[in-house]
Every structure is written in C-alpha cells, then in structure tokens.
C-alpha cells in the first residue's frame, strides 16, 4: 500500500529570529538596531508576515497528508522521500537551496515576503497552497524542469547547485590551474590560467551572479534559460603572463560537454548556490568536471 503524500514545508530562520538568538530580548535587539539607524519594527513585521505565510500554507495540506517541516540549516541532514511535495516558504534563494537534495520531487515556491524577492522561483501566494499542494501530487501537474549543474571530482566527490558552482580561493588570493574543454569540438590542449575563480552556471542562475559577470564584460554570450540543458562559464579577472593564458574566459556548454579545471594552487574550494559551507575543498592535482546535471529541479509552475 503506497504512503499518502507528505507535504514538506522549507523554511529559513527569520532575521528577527536570528537577532534575538544574538542580542536575547526584543529590547535589546532594538537597541542594537537603532545605533545602526534601522527599525526593529520593521524586521519583526517580516518576521510575522513569513510566519502567517507558514500557517497559512501548514493549514492547507489536505487532512490525509503526512506534514513536516524543515529548517534551511537542517536541509542536508533531511531525508525526503518519493511521495514528498516540497513547498518553500521564503526568497527565490531558499528553493535553490533546497534543490540540491531532491530527487524529483515537485516543489511549490510561495513568496513569504511580496515585493521583496524576485519571485523566479517562489512565484505563488500562500493562499493558493490549497489548490497547489493536492495539484502538485497528481499525475497531470504542469512543472518546469529547470537544469542544474553538477561538479564531480576525480575522487568521486560531488556537488549540484540550481544557479551556479563556483571554483577558486577561499579567500583573495590568485587560483591557478589548467582550464580544459571536452566535448565535440573542444580544444586539444588545456590552457594554463591564474585568476579569481571560474563560474559555471544554469539558465536560473542566469538572473543572478551569472548575469553580473556577463554584463560586466559586455559579453555577447547568449545565455542559457532555466530549462535549456546548456551551461554558460565565465573565468574572473584571468591574468595574462608569461606561464598563463586569457584565450579561454567565457563559453557555453552544450549537453554532454563539460569543463574541466586542475587544481596547480594549494587550496581550492567549489561550492553551489552561495553556500560555501557546503563546499568540495581541492587540492594540488585534483580535477574537477563541470556539467549539466541528470536530475532537474521540477517547480510546479
């Protein structure tokens, strides 16, 4: 007998949450805000607005339904399960951190804050969970299946992010290593490059970090959308010498192709969507491929 759905609500800790963990009453946080020229008001307000967003979508999970909750910090110590409906209650960037740990299961996003966020991903209400959630679990749901980008390195490591991976120094020192291509078409040799890091990037990810380097450069790259299977890379602030090139500082990758870097530095870390907690460290030697992932992130539309 198959499980009734289960409907798995992601959260993040609020700023005001995050402030009274910090400071231990309302008072002082307020205290502390204003020497700062902000009001405390302000942020509870939000606070509050996420939470009645929560209920609001809690009390819509049809009574037959399993239900939990998890918090972002808690993500890769959760287990989902193949009957999940996955709703995101926060910012566009609380889906993309939630991604990286399905497994095909749909995922609703509801804007806890309008007019603050984007609403790439959270494009719903927390009123129209209702409809959504039992929508969501049927055979007939429309989803978009946005690429993902996947790094592996050649000791078996592996990371996926929805927007991008990035691959450098911890810090702001100079990354070195070989950048190749492979694939139909890609060149023979590797070139040798000194720089801030490599981005590698989805269609998603093109509304973000991707977009800013490309528009800083002018570039006349055509970038990818959300569910293109292709992957758009940009090398940062590549340093031409003696014993290093800028011939390769930009390219897309077609399905099947994908970059691959050679860590010449001591320390090199890769890590998706912004979270460098959850990071692949490297070290002197290792490689690491880039491409697009096999598993799609499946937003309810």
Do not use: C
Not at 126 to 154: F, I, K, N, S
Request: aromatic content about 6%; cysteine-free.
């Amino acid at each position: 007998m198959s499980l009734a759905p289960r409907a798995v609500l992601v959260h993040r800790t609020t700023e005001y949450e995050e402030l009274l963990a910090r400071h231990g009453t309302h008072g002082q946080a307020a205290f502390f805000l204003s020497a700062r020229g902000r009001s405390v008001e302000a942020v509870r307000e939000r606070h509050e607005r996420v939470h009645r967003a929560l209920a609001e979508v809690a009390g819509a999970v049809p009574l037959s339904w399993r239900q939990t909750r998890v918090e972002r910090a808690d993500l890769d110590r959760f287990l989902f399960g193949p009957e999940d409906v996955v709703v995101v209650v926060g910012q566009d960037g609380l889906v993309a951190n939630a991604a990286k740990y399905l497994t095909g299961q749909p995922v609703i996003g509801i804007d806890a804050d309008p007019g603050r966020n984007a609403g790439v991903l959270v494009r719903h209400r927390a009123a129209q969970a209702r409809r959504l959630l039992p929508y969501a679990a049927g055979d007939g749901a429309t989803v978009d299946e946005l690429t993902m980008v996947e790094a592996v390195t050649d000791d078996a490591q592996r990371l996926l992010a929805l927007n991008e991976i990035y691959v450098g120094p911890p810090g702001h020192q100079t990354a070195r290593y070989t950048l190749g291509l492979d694939g139909a078409d890609a060149p023979p040799e590797p070139e040798p490059q000194a720089s801030s890091g490599v981005l590698v990037g989805t269609g998603t990810g093109a509304t973000g970090w991707l977009r800013s380097l490309w528009e800083q450069r002018s570039s006349a790259l055509p970038l990818p959308t959300p569910a293109d299977a292709r992957l758009a890379w940009f090398v940062r602030e590549a340093w031409p010498s003696p014993t290093t090139g800028t011939t390769r500082v930009e390219g897309l990758l077609d399905a099947g192709q994908g970059l691959r870097l050679t860590v010449e530095s001591d320390r090199l870390v890769a890590f998706g969507d912004g979270v460098e907690s959850d990071a692949l460290h490297l070290t002197w030697g290792q490689t690491i491929r880039l491409t697009a992932a096999g598993p799609r992130l499946r937003l309810v539309g």
